[in-house]
């Protein structure tokens, strides 16, 4: 069963989600990623099979899509 590490709630959805990950200081981001998202806060949590891959693709194992520009700030 379902229990959201954030807020402890039990009812969730799946979804395909978007994450930005930093890899050796670089941003990298992995689009619709399968993953149960909490329902009261939106924690998404992935399983394991989808964690090896999307570290595997991350560190090489696939080739990105495109790349896009992305705006940095620095919260003072």
Do not use: W
């Amino acid at each position: 069963m379902f229990r959201c590490h954030v807020c402890g709630k039990t009812e969730s959805r799946q979804e395909l989600v978007n994450e930005v990950f930093d890899i050796d200081g670089k941003p990298v981001r992995v689009e619709q990623i399968p993953a149960t998202v909490c329902a009261h806060c939106g924690e998404p949590v992935f399983s394991r099979d989808t964690t090896e891959r999307v570290r595997r693709m991350v560190h090489g194992e696939a080739t990105p899509i495109k790349s896009i520009q992305m705006d940095v700030f620095a919260y003072r």
